[in-house]
């Protein structure tokens, strides 16, 4: 059971990003889905998370109106849309499969995570 994240990359302030996230192994679409980041010298934090069939989303307040995540279960995927990217972006960026079908927004909750694709963010 693997979770494979891509898309990452150097990007300008301003610019946009879609990060992907691809398992394999078995199927997550009964499952909430998560990104998490960590940024250098800082802990890994929430960013935003998708119940298993998209109803409810949960945000960091910083992202909100920037990023968007969605799902396309049929593909096993799960996609993070990142706009107005800014140095405060800069982060390894980490996806994640929940416990039950719902978002959540703690560490604890994820049960396998992806090996994570750097962002990162020029002035």
């Known amino acids: 059971v693997q979770l494979q994240a891509s898309g990452g990359g150097l990007v300008q302030a301003g610019g946009s990003l879609r990060l992907s996230c691809v398992a394999s192994?078995?199927?997550?679409?009964?499952?909430?889905m998560g990104w998490f980041r960590r940024a250098p010298g800082k802990e890994r934090e929430f960013v935003a998370a998708?119940?298993?069939?998209?109803?409810?989303?949960r945000y960091l307040d910083s992202v909100k109106g920037r990023f968007t995540i969605s799902r396309d279960n049929a593909k096993n995927t799960v996609y993070l849309q990142m706009n107005s990217l800014t140095p405060e972006d800069t982060a390894v960026y980490y996806c994640a499969a929940g416990r039950t079908a719902f978002s959540a927004t703690i560490e604890t909750y994820y049960r396998v995570w992806g090996q994570g694709t750097q962002v990162t963010v020029s002035s």
């Open positions: 998708m119940s298993w069939n998209g109803s409810s989303t």
């Open positions: 192994g078995r199927t997550f679409s009964n499952n909430g």
